[in-house]
Each structure stands twice: as C-alpha cells, then as structure tokens.
C-alpha cells in the first residue's frame, strides 16, 4: 500500500511540476527583430536571460539561432510591464495617443526610440506600462 501511496505522490507531483512549467510562460509573446540578442531581449522585457532560455527551449545554448518575426514565449506576471507591438505604419504620436499619454512620456519609457522616432521597427515592443513611471512624470505647468 505504500508503495503504491509514493508512486501515486510521485505521480502527481511530476504532474504538478509539468503544469507550473507552463504556467510560468504565459505572458506576452515577443517578436524577435533584426539584431536582437536573448540578453538585450530579456532587458527589454525587464526579465532574467535564465526566465527567457526556460520559455523558449528552442533557442540554443549560444542563443544564435534567433530568427527575427520568431515568437517567444515569455514568462507571466502580476504586475508587468505592458507591451504594444509595432505595426506597418505606426509612428510614435499615434501610439502615444492609443494609450493616452504623451509623446515626451513614451519616449521616457522607451529609450530605445530616438528623439525623432525615425527608428521604430515592426514587431519591436513598445513599454505602454509608463502612467506609473515616475521618472516619467511631466513637470509640472504653473
């Protein structure tokens, strides 16, 4: 009867593992873009370069087989950041209007875009999280 009581717990627990496994990957998907690398994708994601290889068993121990438009998967989390992917035709003040901010303000939580917004890339993330950055917050108008 033991026996059989540890190889159900065993059971069960390889089972639960499997399903935390997944769970643990259900945030966002990323676009890979020309010239990304795991770490500067995960910097981007404000995840850790191990969280990023764990989702994306398919990206190899040197991490140079990233093919750019390829989905990765990325872990979940309560309180992310909030992405908006780039699309055809995207230019910095629409986006910026769609989330109800600023063009100063999206520039400010994503440093990766120029002053002039002439290096935006389809399939690039845009942080959207930026109402609770503080050092993102406007000076104040008097």
């Known amino acids: 009867m033991f026996a059989r009581l540890s190889l159900f717990a065993l059971v069960a627990s390889l089972g639960a593992l499997g399903t935390s ?7 966002p998907s990323y676009t890979v873009v020309p010239g990304d690398i795991c770490i500067t994708i995960a910097n981007k994601l404000d995840i850790s370069l191990q969280q990023l290889l764990e989702c994306n068993p398919q990206i190899d121990a ?4 990233l093919i750019p438009t390829e989905h990765l ?66 000076p104040a108008v008097n």
């Open 62 to 65: 040197n991490c140079d087989n």
């Open 21 to 27: 496994a997944q769970a643990t990957c259900n945030g």
């Open 73 to 138: 998967a990325t872990p979940g989390c309560g309180a992310c950041k909030q992405f908006y992917t780039v699309q055809a035709g995207d230019i910095c003040v629409n986006i910026a209007a769609r989330f109800g901010t600023t063009f100063q303000q999206l520039l400010c939580a994503n440093s990766q875009i120029n002053p002039q917004c002439t290096n935006l890339q389809i399939g690039e993330l845009i942080d959207n999280s930026f109402e609770g950055s503080l050092h993102c917050l406007e």
